[in-house]
T-cell receptor, first 116, second 109 residues
Framework: GAVVSQHPSWVICKSGTSVKIECRSL??????MFWYRQFPKQSLMLMAT?????????EQGVEKDKFLINHASLTLSTLTVTSAHPEDSSFYIC????????????FGPGTRLTVL | GQNIDQPTEMTATEGAIVQINCTYQ??????LFWYQQHAGEAPTFLSY??LDGLEEKGRFSSFLSRSKGYSYLLLKELQMKDSASYLC??????????WGAGTKLIIKP
């Protein structure tokens, strides 16, 4: 089956630093990748959608300058949380699909970010 | 606006059957998904419905009625490991996934 990996699985950082999270599709080409954020006991919140080689489309209320997304290849997308603050602490999950008319998104295991 | 409703929490007994409902109002429809998410983990795919009717997959079944904007996930022979949140998501006319808030299912012995 399709496998998506994320790295790191958890990270603790100081306030004001930047954190990069990688999302990789291991056995398929991910035309589209999605980045979600999930706070405790809440549902997934889509942050942005990225297509390989083009700029990400951000959801309303998500700061594109704070959450930098790069989808440079068909197997790798990165999310960089710049100048992280404690309120950015959350569970960040990426998912990937092979095309627009996909039947499912394949989720990575998630990255738990804690900003001190 | 777009909206997906599902119960916040349900409780059921081990070995029993439980039905989790999902109603939706979206701009267009290109399929409905059910995902399972254990606490602290990413969602895992359970089922996909795009045509009316029942899709059965082992202990889990999912039903769709497009005219009613309604779906349910049926879990049979409940096991303790089925304790999780169950997320309903609808793909709209722009192929965007609209997520429900999830239903937390608690299984009691």
């Amino acid at each position: 089956g399709a496998v998506v990996s994320q790295h790191p699985s958890w990270v603790i950082c100081k306030s004001g630093t930047s954190v990069k999270i990688e999302c990789r599709s291991l056995d398929f080409q991910a035309t589209t990748m999605f980045w979600y954020r999930q706070f405790p006991k809440q549902s997934l919140m889509l942050m942005a959608t990225s297509n390989e080689g083009s700029k990400a489309t951000y959801e309303q209320g998500v700061e594109k300058d704070k959450f930098l997304i790069n989808h440079a290849s068909l197997t790798l997308s990165t999310l960089t949380v710049t100048s992280a603050h404690p309120e950015d602490s959350s569970f960040y999950i990426c998912s990937a699909s092979e095309g627009q008319e996909y039947n499912e998104q394949f989720f990575g295991p998630g990255t738990r970010l804690t900003v001190l | 606006g777009q909206n997906i409703d599902q119960p916040t929490e349900m409780t059921a007994t081990e070995g029993a059957i439980v039905q989790i409902n999902c109603t939706y109002q979206t701009s267009g429809f290109n399929g409905l998904f059910w995902y399972q998410q254990h606490a602290g983990e990413a969602p895992t795919f359970l089922s996909y419905n795009v045509l009316d009717g029942l899709e059965e997959k082992g202990r889990f079944s999912s039903f769709l009625s497009r005219s009613k904007g309604y779906s349910y996930l049926l879990l049979k022979e409940l096991q303790m490991k089925d304790s999780a949140s169950y997320l309903c998501a609808v793909r709209d006319s722009n192929y965007q996934l609209i997520w429900g808030a999830g239903t937390k299912l608690i299984i009691k012995p």
